[in-house]
């Protein structure tokens, strides 16, 4: 069946270094991806998406790689801040007819930043 | 000036009342949804409305009834309402990207 999952659960840096965290899609239909960022107490957050026509986006600070090969996505986060800490979710766009569809969620990967 | 807004925040009930959630968009989006948040942070799609009318009812049980006065309201109906219905409910508004309410946490006790 379908699933989207994450390879990390946690995940610890230190401040200032480079955040990379990753997810695995298994359905190859899939064309649209997007990360979202969901601080406590708080809704999901848009981070950065991407078209399965392409295989990098650079946003401010972060940048998702796709590798349709393996089913992967990755977002990194540069210079990591404190602010950053949060829980990360990947997902994938289900088409259910014409542009309609809803979103499939990893099961989150939650970062922690220490100063 | 919130694009996506719920109320109430947090819901504490009895089981068996009944209770609803209301979603606002202010973003002119014609598509609105509701997530479940379960306590591991799994987030899943229950209902999708495009312009009023139902698009998705993700085997969610008839307990449940999504109401859409106009496209920028999607409202929440719950009846019966039993433990296992405690979690974060999350509204969302977009097509491709999606964008959150700030959620209302459920406590059936």
């Known amino acids: 069946g379908e699933s989207v999952g994450l390879h990390l659960p946690t995940l610890s840096v230190q401040e200032g270094d480079n955040s990379i965290i990753n997810c695995a899609y298994s359905?190859?239909?899939?064309?649209?991806f997007i990360w979202y960022k969901q601080e406590s107490g708080k809704g999901p957050q848009f981070i950065i998406d991407?078209?399965?026509?392409?295989d990098k986006r650079q946003g401010q600070r972060v940048t998702v790689l796709l590798n349709k090969t393996v089913k992967h996505l990755s977002l990194q986060i540069a210079a990591t801040q404190p602010g950053d800490s949060a829980v990360y979710f990947c997902?994938?766009?289900?088409?259910?007819?014409?542009?309609?569809?809803?979103?499939?969620f990893g099961k989150g990967t939650k970062l922690s930043v220490k100063p | 000036d919130t694009a996506v807004s719920q109320t109430p925040k947090y819901l504490v009930t009895q089981m068996g009342n009944d209770k609803s959630i209301k979603c606002e968009q202010n973003l002119g989006h014609d598509t609105m949804y509701w997530y479940k948040q379960d306590s591991k942070k799994f987030l899943k799609i229950m209902f999708s409305?495009?312009?009023?009318?139902?698009?998705i009812n993700e085997t969610v049980p008839n307990r449940f009834s999504p109401k859409s006065p106009d496209k920028a309201h999607l409202n929440l109906h719950i009846n019966s309402l039993e433990l296992g219905d405690s979690a974060v409910y999350f509204c969302?508004?977009?097509?491709?990207?999606?964008?959150f309410g700030p959620g209302t946490r459920l406590t059936v006790l």
């Open positions: 409305y495009n312009n009023k009318e139902l698009i």
């Open positions: 997902a994938e766009k289900k088409v259910v007819w014409g542009s309609q569809g809803n979103l499939i």
């Open positions: 969302a508004s977009g097509v491709d990207t999606q964008y």
């Open positions: 359905n190859s239909a899939s064309d649209y």
């Open positions: 991407i078209r399965s026509n392409m």
